[in-house]
Every structure is written in C-alpha cells, then in structure tokens.
C-alpha cells in the first residue's frame, strides 16, 4: 500500500501489467467499481439517446413540408373538436335544466356537443349558399380584416427577431390619428366619391405613419439602449390607451356621455360594395389587407431588406459581421410592424366604429395568435386570420341559440387556437435545436479516439508523466536501456501531487516501492 502522497509505479520485478493510472485507483484495485462505472455511462448514454431522440423528432417538425404541416393542422383541428366535445358534454352533465339535451347510454346532459359546433361554424356563415353576402358572412369577413394586419404586424416584427408585444397599443394610436385626420378634413373636401377618394386613403396613410413612430419607439431603445422590448411594447401598451382616453375625454369630445370622438360621415369611410351597407364590412378593406400581405412577402423572400430582416431575426452576429447596420434595422421592422397595426386601427374606425371610443377590442394581442397560427408567414395569416376570425363571430351565435355559456366558448375558442398552433409551436422549437453527431468521438489530443467500452487497465495517464526530456531525447524517468518489447522498464507513475525524484534514490530490493519518489 502507498500512502496518500505517492504514486503506484511499476513492481520490483519490473511487469507492466499492473501498472495503474494517475491516483485511479478503481479501475485496478476495484473491480466492482468499474462495473459500476460502466452502469452509470450506459444508463448516461441512454438518456443522452433519448434526448437525441426528442431533438431528431422537433428537427423532423421543423423540415416538415407545407402539405405535412397542413395535414397536422388539420388533425389537430379535428383533435381539438373531439376534446372540446368532451368538455361541452361533461359541462352539460354538471348543470342543471328542464329537459337533457343529449344523452350517453344513461348519462345526460344539458348541452349538445354536436349542436354546438354544427352553430358554431354554421353561425359565423349563415346561409351561405342561398346568400354569400348575408350579414354573418360579412360579421366573419370584419373580424377577419383586422386581424389580418395585426397578425401581419406580428409576423413581420417575430421575423426580424423581435417581439412586439405591443401591437394593440399602436393599433390605438393609428385609429386615433385616422379619426382626428378625417374629422378635420371633412369640412375641406367635397362630399361623395371625390371626398370618399381623397379622405380614405389619406386617413389610412396618417395611421400607418402614427402607429409605425410609435412602433419605432421600443425599436429605438432596444438598439441604442438594449432595452428589452418585451417589457417596453407592453408597458407602451398602457401609455397608448390612457394617454388617447384623456386626449379625446379632454379635447376632442363628441356631445354626450361615451367617451368618443364625432362621427365620420358616410363618404369618408371604406364602402360596402357586395356588402350591406349597415354590414360594417368592405371588401376594399379587406383587398388592402390581401394586397399588404403580397407586399410583405415579396418584401421578407425577395428584397434586400427583407433579406436583412430575415438574417438579423434569425442569426445576429452573422449578419453584423456581413455588414448589416444592425440598429437601423431594429428599428426599421418595428416601425414596419407598428405601421401595419396602425393600418388596421385606422381600417377599425373607417369601416367598423366610424369614429374613435374607447373600450377597442383586443385585436393587437389577438394578432399575436394568429402570427403564431401562420407561422410567422405572412401568406399564412390569411387562413389563420379567417379561422380566428370564423371563431369569434360564431362564438356570438353559438351564445344565443345553443344556451351555452359564453365562458364555455371561450373555452372553445381556446381549444381549438392551442391545438392548432402547438404543432408550428414545435415546428418553430425544433428551427432551433441541434441535433450532434455522436457517431464518432475525436480525442483532444490529437490521438485515437478512445472507446467508452475499452478498459483502462494498463494504461498510463500522460497527466501524471512530467513533460521533462533528458538531452537525448527521452522523457525524464524513461530508461531505454532497461526498456524492452515485453514492457519492462523504469517508467514512474506517479499521483497529481508528487514529482519525480531522482531514478536512483529510490531502488530497492524488489519491495514494490521502486517507482516511489519525494515531492
């Protein structure tokens, strides 16, 4: 036995079969301990296989194709359904009514689940065939509409690698700029289709330009100030909203109680066209929203800056280093994304409220769904704008003609957006998870690579060997006059802690203790 400050050396009969590594003591001395190595590396390497295995699996979502991604969109549609139904029956079976409305064996319950989705979608449409341009049909087309810009203004911004939150409050400022515009232009222009020509457009610039400075206020102090933009969109949130509440309760006022500005006339806003006109939906809005949607794809797949966007959003650092003004466009596609909300609160009043009030729907945070649905593709938000926007106006029949709660639609609704978006959730996990290569492990030393399963018997750690050379050549404590094929030699190996002494200072008659040395 040597004692903690010496290393095991070579025997007095000179075998290297026995030698041991640097202070490793178990893989010689102790069997069983290096069986219980080999356990504790097999079951590591078993759950490195697994995680391996989740990342193959989120890289597969990620290189799906459109079709695929189509096919799992539409199964968890179906998912979402079936579970929602679930839900709607259990529900029904808690409450209490006069007569069940659908039954199970012997179970009944107060709700029909079959009934309430056949109102739901069937809500949102109406009559579709007898009349394309009944009032649901254009009840969904309006809810569809603005949600097209606000899921666009997300896209465009999650693009970049931002993350605009603050989507709602822009949308804000761009109807209250609309509004106060066209109000004060009313007087200065002709009425009719000449005042229609000059004031919608005029109107719809003035929100994009209000909603995309204010979208380039947390732009500019994420670039110049590092300031998260998280926080900064969602706090300009609240500043958008009350500070348009005191603007118009304070000075801009119509006669009464609402808080609200004057009412637009008829010529200044989008017209109805196929439509009804007391349908609140054009289909010139809606051709706008089409129309960006185009130009904002050319824009991220085929330009220069789109190209800059893209890059910036997805690697940095590269971009940077390949001459990207980094800052400039930081900014730049928050003030796009900001410019895109204010177009849609600008469309909010010119074709929904025909004014400015306070208490505007959700529609910026419901935009970040619907970015979330498409996939942050601005092609995409078509169809996720339409499904958001199919759910909410059926949600209003489904309230009024099935009984059922409006928190139990809610839940619905909720259901039906989860399942959906979970599989481009992945998808967009798996954009960012690297799959290694385990199929072979390089050593860092330049030499072999090392298999896990070799044992280390026998094998001397070059840690514990000093890296001192005689004048000829050999290692310091390497005899080669001794040195021979069946190993023998006087090669000291010795522990992190101890040096190697002088070669002659430590013979002795074949005790075992030949190779020790003093530190």
Do not use: H
Request: hydrophobic share 45%.
């Amino acid at each position: 036995m040597s004692d903690g400050r010496s290393g095991t050396g070579i025997n007095g009969e000179g075998q290297s079969g026995d030698a041991g590594t640097n202070g490793d003591r178990s893989s010689v001395d102790e069997p069983n301990g290096g069986e219980s190595s080999g356990d504790g590396g097999g079951r590591g390497g078993e759950g490195e296989g697994g995680i391996d295995r989740i990342r193959g699996t989120l890289r597969r979502f990620a290189e799906s194709s459109p079709a695929e991604r189509l096919l799992i969109s539409l199964a968890a549609l179906v998912l979402s359904i079936l579970v929602g139904a679930v839900l709607v029956f259990v529900s029904g079976a808690a409450a209490t009514c006069p007569e069940p409305a659908y039954g199970v064996f012997v179970v009944t319950s107060c709700y029909d689940p079959v009934a309430v989705y056949v109102q739901l979608f069937a809500g949102a449409y109406g009559n579709l065939f007898a009349d394309p341009f009944n009032f649901s049909v254009a009840l969904t087309l309006q809810e569809t509409t603005v949600l097209v810009f606000t899921g666009l203004s997300v896209a465009v911004a999650f693009r970049a690698g931002m993350f605009n939150i603050g989507s709602q409050g822009q949308l804000v400022v761009g109807a209250l700029a609309s509004a106060l515009v066209a109000a004060a232009l009313v007087s200065l222009v002709p009425a009719g289709i000449v005042g229609s020509v000059l004031l919608v457009p005029t109107s719809v610039v003035v929100g994009a330009l209000a909603g995309g400075f204010y979208g380039a206020i947390p732009g500019a102090l994420k670039a110049y100030a590092d300031a998260n933009e998280v926080i900064t969109t969602i706090m300009l949130n609240f500043v958008a909203t009350l500070t348009a509440f005191v603007l118009v309760s304070e000075l801009f006022q119509a006669p009464g109680q609402a808080v609200q500005t004057a009412e637009l006339p008829e010529y200044a806003l989008f017209q109805p066209l196929l439509f009804d006109a007391g349908s609140d939906f054009s289909l010139l809005a809606l051709g706008t929203g089409l129309v960006l949607v185009g130009a904002i794809y050319y824009l991220l797949e085929y330009t220069t800056a789109g190209y800059d966007f893209v890059t910036s959003g997805l690697q940095p650092d590269a971009a940077e280093y390949g001459g990207v003004d980094a800052e400039r466009t930081i900014v730049t596609s928050m003030a796009l994304s900001g410019a895109l909300a204010g177009i849609g609160g600008a469309v909010w009043v010119l074709m929904i409220s025909t004014r400015w009030q306070s208490g505007i729907p959700a529609y910026g945070f419901d935009g970040i769904t619907v970015s979330i649905l498409a996939g942050n593709n601005p092609l995409g938000v078509i169809p996720a704008a339409l499904l958001f926007g199919t759910l909410k106006s059926g949600a209003i029949a489904v309230q009024f003609s099935a009984g059922v709660p409006k928190q139990l639609i809610g839940v619905l609704r909720g259901l039906i957006v989860l399942f959906v978006a979970m599989p481009e959730f992945f998808r967009l996990l798996g954009r960012r998870v690297r799959v290694p290569d385990r199929s072979a492990s390089t050593a860092t030393d330049g030499g072999k690579p090392i298999d896990s399963g070799t044992s280390n018997a026998g094998t001397t750690n070059t840690d514990a060997v000093s890296a001192e050379t005689t004048d000829d050549g050999r290692p310091v404590g390497v005899d080669s006059a001794d040195d021979d094929s069946s190993g023998r030699g006087d090669v000291t190996v010795v522990s992190d802690d101890v040096g190697i002494g002088d070669r002659d200072e430590g013979e002795s008659e074949g005790d075992g203790d030949r190779g020790r040395g003093e530190s």
